[in-house]
């Protein structure tokens, strides 16, 4: 099941940078994405979504852009910060049922 | 500010054996889920539930699970007899209404001997 793809599973960045995240999805159904950031040993925690109706919603330095004809979503933290460091994954979900579809997350580490 | 709880944050059964697993949701939330997480693999929808029913499953969850609401603040999942491939990590979650944000508990580790 390949509905959610994070192609990249790890990415360094210099602390104070920019770090942009990257999620691919198939299913043109998919009209709800999320961010979830995770750390070991700890449950997803919520980060930014967006719905099909919108291409951008920012949350202080978290910016989520999606390009639905693409098929594609971005997360964008900036400045990136060392407490950054974490496992972010992409998830979406159709408004007809209740799931969410993740996908395999990608390692994000924040170098001082 | 309010959090999906979870409980135990281990468990060690042996195979054929049954576990419960549970989940207290965030106080004004109806609609509650169960996922899943094996080592090194994709997180995997489980089931949902509002309303006191099923809402939706996946061909994960067959006859030997069993989620259920026995009071107003606790959520369980049940494993009647458990096999090694039932270890991974069971997250919990709950949300206001349909495509509203999920919010996760800390999990669960399932290990099955």
């Known amino acids: 099941d390949q509905q959610v793809k994070q192609n990249s599973p790890s990415l360094s960045v210099q602390e104070g940078r920019i770090s942009i995240l990257n999620c691919d999805y198939t299913n043109s159904m998919f009209d709800y994405f999320l961010w979830y950031k995770k750390y070991p040993a700890e449950g997803p925690t919520f980060l930014i979504s967006i719905s099909s109706i919108k291409d951008k919603n920012e949350d202080g330095r978290f910016t989520v852009f999606l390009n639905k004809s693409a098929k594609h979503l971005s997360l964008h933290i900036v400045p990136s910060q060392p407490g950054d460091s974490a496992v972010y994954f992409c998830a979406a979900t159709p408004s007809s049922n209740y799931q969410l579809i993740w996908g395999a997350g990608t390692k994000l580490i924040i170098k001082p | 500010e309010p959090e999906v709880t979870q409980t135990p944050s281990h468990q060690v059964t042996q195979m054929g054996q049954e576990v419960i697993l549970r989940c207290v949701p965030i106080s004004n939330h109806l609609y509650f889920y169960w996922y899943r997480q094996i080592l090194g693999q994709k997180v995997e929808f489980l089931v949902s539930?509002?309303?006191?029913?099923?809402?939706?499953k996946s061909e994960i969850f067959d006859d030997q699970f069993s989620v259920e609401r026995p009071d107003g603040s606790n959520f369980t999942l049940k494993i009647r007899s458990t096999k090694l491939e039932d270890s991974a990590m069971y997250f919990c979650?709950?949300?206001?209404?349909?495509?509203?944000?999920?919010?996760f508990g800390p999990g669960t580790r399932l290990l099955v001997l």
């Open positions: 979650a709950s949300s206001a209404g349909i495509q509203e944000t999920q919010y």
């Open positions: 539930f509002y309303n006191n029913e099923i809402s939706e």
